[in-house]
Nanobody, 125 residues
Framework: QVQLVESGGGSVQAGGSLRLSCAVS????????MGWFRQAPGKEREGVAT????????FYADSVKGRFTISRDNAKNTPYLQMNSLKPEERGMYYC??????????????????WGQGTQVTVSS
């Protein structure tokens, strides 16, 4: 059974940083597309960043480029999202997600198959 469990959320002031982690069990994310998504109150879920297996090519939403970094530790089967210079409008639930199969190419931002329960991020002004 595939399980994704996010951690690292919390409350920070605007301009602060957080590092999210996603404990993955039940499959090896290093051979699948993985990503981070977020959902603000009253808004639709949106893709934040994705990372491709093998090449490690990453994709970011325009709004987070230069501030967020997605990375992975294959040995720990754990992807991360480093978030710097956080803005109040970026508060919400952050989700880790992984695809069920990798058909080659790169993992551009799109919805994947498996999802964690999310971790809350609050940014105060």
């Amino acid at each position: 059974q595939v399980q994704l469990v996010e951690s690292g959320g919390g409350s920070v002031q605007a301009g602060g940083s957080l590092r999210l982690s996603c404990a993955v069990s039940g499959y090896s994310f290093s051979t699948h597309c993985m990503g981070w998504f977020r959902q603000a109150p009253g808004k639709e879920r949106e893709g934040v960043a994705t990372i491709s297996p093998g090449s490690g090519v990453t994709f970011y939403a325009d709004s987070v480029k230069g501030r967020f970094t997605i990375s992975r530790d294959n040995a720990k089967n754990t992807p991360y999202l480093q978030m710097n210079s956080l803005k109040p409008e970026e508060r919400g639930m952050y989700y880790c997600s992984g695809d069920s199969q990798f058909l080659g190419g790169e993992c551009e931002i799109r919805e994947f198959t498996y999802w964690g329960q999310g971790t809350q991020v609050t940014v105060s002004s």
